[in-house]
Structure formats: C-alpha cells, structure tokens
C-alpha cells in the first residue's frame, strides 16, 4: 500500500509517518513539505509551499490520503488566515488526490466538528468534514480527537493547562473527553485506510 501524507511536520503527522516508515506492509510514503525531511529509503518528500493552486503531480495518487493538516488562529493570525488553512487548503488538497484517482482519505479532524456550531473553529472543522464529503471517495474516515496530549515545538499554554489538568483528572473524566496521544491518532489513522467503503466517524473514545 502507498500513502500520501500532508502535514508529516506536525504532532499527528510525525507519528504517522514514523509508524509508516516502519510497517513492512506499507512500501511507499509521499510526504510533501515545505522543508525537506530526513531522507528514508520509503520515503518521497517533495518540497513543496503549498500556495494555491497546488500544483499538478503524479505523486497524488496514492492508495490513501491521510491528511494531518492544520493550524490554529492564534498561529495563523486571522480566522480567514486559519480557514484557508483548515478548510480551502485541505479541500483542493482532497480534490487533488482523488481527481488522480486516490480511492481512500483519512482526516486527523476534532472532537465536536459540527458546520452548525457557534464555535468558529468547530464550525470549520464540521464545514470542512461536510465539504469532504461531497467529493466522493470510497472510503472517508473522519477522526475526531479530544486535546491532544504531546509535547509540542511551539507553546500553547491554554492547550498546556488543559493537558496537565487532563491527565491528573483522568480517571473521573468522560473517555468521550479525555486527552489522546499523538501516537495513537496516528495508528487510528494508518488503521482507518482499511475498512469497508462509505464514511467512517471516529470519535475520540475509539481512539486507542
């Protein structure tokens, strides 16, 4: 199985391309980025600056997308700056891919994405979730972490907070709420490419 793998440089994206490095099974891993990766026999890492419109590329085909793309508003400077990302970016990337006929996607997504919701950032993730839909893949799973507990290059110190009272109150926190490990999202994702057809929604609870 061949994978394409958008956003190695972050949290979720890093432990998926180490499990995927490692797993015999899996043969070919194309990691665009905007820097270069640390070279890997398995690995395909085209430098890319993922401006729009992204450009035309064999490497878009693959068995699976799995898509690990996103940043924050405080990061990105705006709400639009943040939509562009968690939304426009991951649609034409989506659109791509299975325009060069990738059958399968995989999105690291967020606990509560709802396109009805209040919440801007909610909003979004469920608008972008909505608008996947609509593409057509043969199999979309949609995973949908709580916070996620991993140490991160830059801070988030509300994010911080959050994880230390977590893991102190974990055993009286709903397993619905409970922070996940990057490593596990990553094997939820790499598992999440083999299934049945339609669309999968992985909440945080099934993540292990």
Same mark, same amino acid.
């Given at each position: 199985?061949?994978?394409?793998?958008?956003?190695?440089?972050?949290?979720?994206?890093?432990?998926?391309?180490?499990?995927?490095?490692?797993?015999?099974? !899996?043969?070919?891993?194309?990691? %665009?980025?905007?820097?270069?990766?640390? %070279?890997?026999?398995?690995?395909?890492?085209?430098?890319?600056?993922?401006?729009?419109?992204?450009?035309?590329?064999?490497?878009?085909? &693959?068995?699976?997308?799995?898509?690990?793309?996103?940043?924050? !508003?405080?990061?990105?400077?705006?709400?639009?700056?943040?939509?562009?990302?968690?939304?426009?970016? /991951?649609?034409? &990337?989506?659109?791509?891919?299975?325009?060069?006929?990738?059958?399968?996607?995989?999105?690291?997504?967020?606990?509560?994405?709802?396109?009805?919701?209040?919440?801007?950032?909610?909003?979004?993730?469920?608008?972008?979730?909505?608008?996947?839909?609509?593409?057509?893949?043969?199999?979309?799973?949609?995973?949908? %972490?709580?916070? !996620?507990?991993?140490?991160?290059?830059?801070?988030?110190?509300?994010?911080?907070?959050?994880?230390?009272?977590?893991?102190?109150?974990?055993? /009286? !926190?709903?397993?619905?709420?409970?922070?996940?490990?990057?490593?596990? /999202?990553?094997?939820?994702?790499?598992?999440?490419?083999?299934?049945?057809?339609?669309?999968?929604? /992985?909440?945080?609870?099934?993540?292990?």
């Amino acid at each position: 199985m061949e994978l394409l793998l958008l956003g190695a440089t972050g949290a979720v994206g890093r432990e998926v391309l180490e499990l995927a490095l490692n797993d015999p099974s !899996i043969p070919t891993v194309t990691a %665009p980025t905007r820097r270069p990766l640390t %070279p890997h026999e398995k690995l395909h890492n085209p430098v890319v600056d993922f401006t729009m419109p992204l450009p035309a590329a064999g490497w878009w085909k &693959a068995d699976a997308l799995l898509c690990c793309l996103g940043t924050t !508003i405080k990061k990105a400077g705006s709400q639009a700056a943040f939509r562009a990302v968690d939304h426009d970016l /991951i649609l034409e &990337a989506a659109q791509k891919a299975h325009d060069y006929g990738t059958p399968v996607m995989v999105l690291n997504s967020s606990l509560g994405a709802n396109s009805a919701s209040r919440n801007f950032y909610l909003r979004t993730k469920g608008e972008t979730e909505d608008d996947l839909r609509r593409i057509g893949f043969r199999r979309l799973a949609l995973v949908r %972490p709580s916070l !996620i507990d991993t140490d991160r290059e830059e801070a988030r110190f509300g994010e911080k907070a959050g994880l230390i009272a977590s893991r102190l109150l974990r055993p /009286i !926190i709903p397993a619905h709420y409970r922070a996940v490990s990057a490593r596990s /999202i990553a094997r939820t994702m790499l598992d999440s490419v083999l299934g049945s057809d339609g669309v999968r929604v /992985i909440e945080s609870e099934e993540i292990r």
